[in-house]
Nanobody, 125 residues
Framework: QVQLVESGGGLVQPGGSLRLSCAASGFTLGYYAIGWFRQAPGKEREGVSFISSSGSLTRYAESVKGRFTISRDNVKNTVYLQMNSLKREDPAVYYC??????????????????WGQGTQVTVSS
């Protein structure tokens, strides 16, 4: 059974950092491109970052460019999202998902599947 599990969320002060992990269970994560998404209360799910299966291609939403870094370790079957300089507009539940084949879009939730359960990120002083 394909399953993704996110972890690493928590409470951090503005300007702080967190590293999220997306671990795969039951399949080889290295075969898939992965996206990170977030959803705040009352808002639609939005794309945050994307990484190709090899890690050679990455994409970021404009709102996180220069602050967030996506990476992957296919030996550990894990994708990471390093979040620095966190802002008050970043709190949300963060999800990872596998990209479906046949789409050349990178940050559209409808193009992804096998969603994890999410991890909560809270930014507060």
């Amino acid at each position: 059974q394909v399953q993704l599990v996110e972890s690493g969320g928590g409470l951090v002060q503005p300007g702080g950092s967190l590293r999220l992990s997306c671990a795969a269970s039951g399949f080889t994560l290295g075969y898939y491109a992965i996206g990170w998404f977030r959803q705040a209360p009352g808002k639609e799910r939005e794309g945050v970052s994307f990484i190709s299966s090899s890690g050679s291609l990455t994409r970021y939403a404009e709102s996180v460019k220069g602050r967030f870094t996506i990476s992957r370790d296919n030996v550990k079957n894990t994708v990471y999202l390093q979040m620095n300089s966190l802002k008050r507009e970043d709190p949300a539940v963060y999800y990872c998902a596998t990209k479906q084949r046949g789409s050349n879009r990178y940050l559209i939730p409808a193009d992804f599947s096998s969603w994890g359960q999410g991890t909560q990120v809270t930014v507060s002083s």
